[in-house]
């Protein structure tokens, strides 16, 4: 939670920030700013009758997963990774979308749903740096939206929220959804922890100096005394019987005699 308001080293607006850090120079964002947008944001996405009219957008690697659990709970739309242009200006392409709320993960790097937003008079409510650019921004939460923990908790909070105030979820009670699932987790990170992890449990159920088979394998002479002879049916030294001869064949008839029923065999 204190990652979401660590800001960058140039500021905007000074009324969201609560003071400056001496030693890098890095502005700290007010907690009881960004809880009040926070909460303002939550009333204006619960005003929206479809939740499916409402559309979260991540350009940034780090928002993908974030963006896609909030969708996943609060029933809203999702754009993860590259915006194509024309989404919500061009009726003719096939992801046309025409939402009647924006939530974007950055400005900055948002910038091109930003603009058509403003076309279509769209609102938009933004996650907002100390050096973001607000412009075509309505509602701005000054947070974090640059760090991979902030933008999942950030998301993590608004998504609570808006679950609370639709009665959803109760406030007396905490939300069973963790916040880890809304941070980003790289591929080759998560298969490295997977391996790790079958690796101490091989060498925490396995013994060291433990053999590999515990069963004793047999001996090489004994391997054949368990299979029984065959039983012999014939005495030894009697000549062999003759094999036995084919049957003759029919006798042929000759063509236009008459054929004449011998019965059923």
């Known amino acids: 939670m204190l990652r979401s308001l660590v800001g ?21 964002f007010d907690l009881s700013k960004t809880w009040e947008k926070m909460m303002l944001a939550a009333r204006i996405i619960v005003a929206i009758e479809n939740p499916a009219d409402v559309c979260v957008i991540a350009a940034r690697p780090f928002g993908g997963r974030a963006v896609l659990k909030y969708a996943q709970y ?25 939402p009647r709320l924006l939530v ?31 412009r075509f921004v309505d509602v701005a939460i000054p947070a974090n939206n ?10 993590w909070m608004l998504a609570r929220e808006v679950l609370r105030m639709r009665g959803t ?8 959804v963790v916040v880890d699932l809304f941070f980003h987790r790289d591929p080759e990170e998560a298969e490295r922890q997977i391996e790790e992890a079958q690796q101490a449990a091989e060498e925490a159920g396995m013994p060291s100096g433990a053999p590999v088979f515990d069963a004793q394998a047999a001996p090489a002479g004994d391997a054949f005394a368990a299979v029984p002879a065959a039983p012999s049916t014939s005495e030894w030294g009697a000549s062999a019987a003759p094999p036995a001869q084919p049957a003759a064949p029919a006798a042929a008839q000759e063509w236009g005699q008459p054929q004449v029923f011998q019965g059923y065999n």
């Open 8 to 28: 960058s080293e140039m500021c905007i607006r000074d009324r969201y920030t609560y003071k400056r850090r001496p030693q890098d120079g890095v502005y700290i």
């Open 74 to 98: 609060t029933g809203a739309q999702y754009i993860a990774g590259r915006y194509t242009p024309g989404t919500m200006t061009n009726y003719i392409q096939k992801k046309f979308q025409e």
């Open 169 to 176: 979820i109760s406030r007396q009670q905490p939300w069973e």
């Open 104 to 134: 974007l993960t950055d400005p900055r790097t948002d910038h091109q749903p930003i603009r058509e937003s403003s076309y279509m008079n769209i609102p938009t409510i933004a996650f907002c740096d100390t050096d973001s650019p607000m």
């Open 146 to 155: 640059k760090a991979r923990n902030s933008i999942g908790m950030l998301y």
